[in-house]
């Protein structure tokens, strides 16, 4: 520390015209000053203080003093009290651990010595990390340097406390699940199809693709392993390993190549689909046109027409259905995809005609003369007019929605200046539309991200869950009776205890997976949106979650989407 300017000392009163006395305790080293008037009263100002210690020998530097210790001595000296008070001690540099929430790193500030206080050891640092509970992943170098000689002269000149990261957690990784990669460029794939462009293709409708016999398919690749971690405490943090996918051929229409059981081979000829576990041929039923020289088509396969599906017919096949031209009150039902080349119309109906037909089981529906479509992956059409379409995946049309009745389980697409006008569209995830009712009004609902059914089925996942717990719990009372019994138990019993625990587990695992499934998929729900691009008439109604909106005046591009249970605008 620099001396003090003497002329600056000789402006201030010495201890002995202040009636101060200083002395340091011997066993605490606590610092202490003691005022005794002497009938002469100066004022004395706390930044002359230091002065006044220099004068009676004493360096601030070693004797560091407390500010409020100071000032009550300062007040007694001003009324002419006498006093004895302690003004501090020696402080030893203090360690003070922080972890971050989740527990992946640590970090110390070591709070520099003050006076005569102890420097930071390499065993009080050590004390501190494990009270806190830091125990693994701990930097070794960064622990030496904190209690090295020269961070402990920083600290000490600077008095500025030193941060620094001392232990860090290991990441889990979860291993990436078994996924199928298709060999061939021409194949109808019936998985779902998420595209995060939204953008939509509509080409003109080609023949069905076809391969020959021993044809590469589908190639399976192999999950690999998740990697465990863990936190700077201590605890671990499992990494789930990836889900297999057993390939399996599903008919005598595909095989597994020789020597290669991830790879599936077209055992015949016909036309290839890809599934989510794996693929299969499918024969192809061409058409010139559905009606009454065809009668209804029921066929294990897909089906192809070239030109129209006549009023009060049926298809029902397990594969996709193709339709160059219309659909006309018709009913179809495919395991796949249905694509329209033309469009579908059905019979207009009264109100009270509608009310009833939705009273009707799906059987009855395909046996009245109207339009009723059901697709197990995506319906595609040009336009739909009057009529029930319903599809497992998607819904994509390209001009209009003339009061009808369409359901897609993930999204709704309408390119362009598609519009929806009357009746009802519902998707759980998005509805993509230019324009929704219309300029007279016209009754139309858009409904996106419904959540009553999976919040139902997730009370019903968590009530199983009690169950398994409560039949663990029992099967835990039976152990405990056994053993408190201290009575041989036969093998058999053994068995028997440990494959009820084992099957117990496996089902209590099942229902995690799937509550995890429903959770994300009511996050999904919960993020869904309508999206009008172009223009949104009054008579238009949104219903997202359990809120409704309907505009007063006409809307120009708008995003409806769901904010703390209410619908907002973007």
Not at 119 to 141: F, M, N, P, W
Not at 376 to 396: H, L, M, N, P
Not at 459 to 488: F, H, S, Y
Request: hydrophobic share 35%; proline share 5%.
């Amino acid at each position: 520390m620099e001396p003090l300017d003497e002329d600056l000392m000789l402006s201030v009163p010495t201890p002995e015209e202040l009636g101060l006395t200083f002395r340091e305790e011997e066993e605490s080293g606590d610092f202490w000053a003691k005022h005794e008037p002497t009938g002469l009263t100066q004022p004395l100002e706390p930044e002359n203080f230091p002065q006044v210690m220099e004068m009676a020998g004493f360096s601030p530097h070693e004797y560091p003093v407390d500010s409020a210790a100071l000032s009550i001595l300062l007040d007694a000296m001003r009324r002419g009290e006498a006093c004895d008070q302690r003004l501090g001690g020696p402080i030893d540099a203090r360690p003070e651990v922080f972890a971050s929430p989740d527990q992946m790193l640590a970090g110390v500030v070591i709070h520099p010595p003050q006076g005569k206080g102890k420097d930071l050891t390499r065993e009080a640092l050590d004390t501190a990390l494990k009270q806190s509970k830091i125990v693994r992943g701990l930097l070794d170098d960064s622990l030496k340097e904190l209690t090295s000689e020269e961070t402990r002269k920083k600290l000490r000149e600077t008095q500025i406390p030193i941060c620094m990261i001392v232990a860090y957690g290991e990441t889990a990784y979860d291993g990436t699940d078994a996924w199928l990669e298709t060999l061939i460029e021409d194949i109808a794939d019936r998985r779902p199809q998420m595209d995060d462009d939204g953008n939509v293709n509509f080409l003109e409708l080609g023949d069905f693709p076809h391969v020959d016999a021993d044809q590469a398919l589908v190639r399976r690749h192999p999950p690999t392993d998740g990697k465990s971690g863990w936190t700077v405490t201590g605890r671990t943090i499992k990494g789930r390993n990836g889900k297999d996918l057993a390939l399996k051929p599903k008919d005598d229409s595909v095989k597994l190549a020789d020597g290669d059981e991830d790879l599936l081979l077209s055992a015949k000829a016909g036309m290839p689909v890809v599934h989510d576990k794996g693929a299969q041929i499918e024969q192809v039923l061409n058409l010139e046109n559905v009606g009454l020289k065809t009668g209804h088509v029921r066929f294990d396969g897909s089906v192809h027409v070239k030109g129209n599906v006549d009023p009060g017919m049926k298809i029902e096949v397990t594969g996709d259905v193709k339709v160059k031209g219309l659909v006309e009150a018709a009913y179809i039902k495919a395991g796949g995809a249905i694509e329209i080349g033309g469009g579908i119309i059905g019979r207009k109906k009264s109100d009270k005609e509608r009310q009833a037909e939705a009273k009707k089981s799906e059987e009855e529906k395909g046996k009245i003369n109207d339009a009723y479509l059901h697709a197990g992956t995506q319906v595609k059409a040009r336009f739909i007019q009057e009529a029930k379409v319903e599809a497992d995946q998607e819904i994509i049309v390209q001009k209009q929605i003339l009061h009808s009745e369409v359901k897609a389980g993930i999204k709704i697409m309408m390119p362009g200046r598609g519009a929806i006008v009357g009746g009802v569209a519902e998707a759980k995830e998005l509805i993509d539309v230019g324009v929704s009712g219309a300029m007279a009004n016209v009754p139309t609902r858009l409904i996106a991200g419904g959540t009553a059914d999976i919040k139902k089925r997730i009370t019903g996942v968590n009530n199983l869950l009690k169950q398994v717990e409560e039949q663990r719990q029992q099967l835990m009372d039976v152990v405990a009776k056994i053993k408190k019994m201290r009575k041989p138990i036969t093998e058999e019993k053994k068995q028997q205890i440990i494959q009820a625990r084992d099957t117990l587990k496996k089902k209590e695992n099942a229902l995690y997976d799937e509550l995890a499934r429903l959770e994300s998929e009511m996050k999904d729900r919960e993020s869904a949106r309508v999206q009008v691009r172009v223009t949104c008439y009054p008579g238009t109604q949104i219903e997202l979650g359990e809120d409704e909106f309907s505009p007063r005046n006409n809307l120009g591009k708008v995003t409806f989407v769901l904010r703390d249970g209410e619908i907002n605008m973007r």
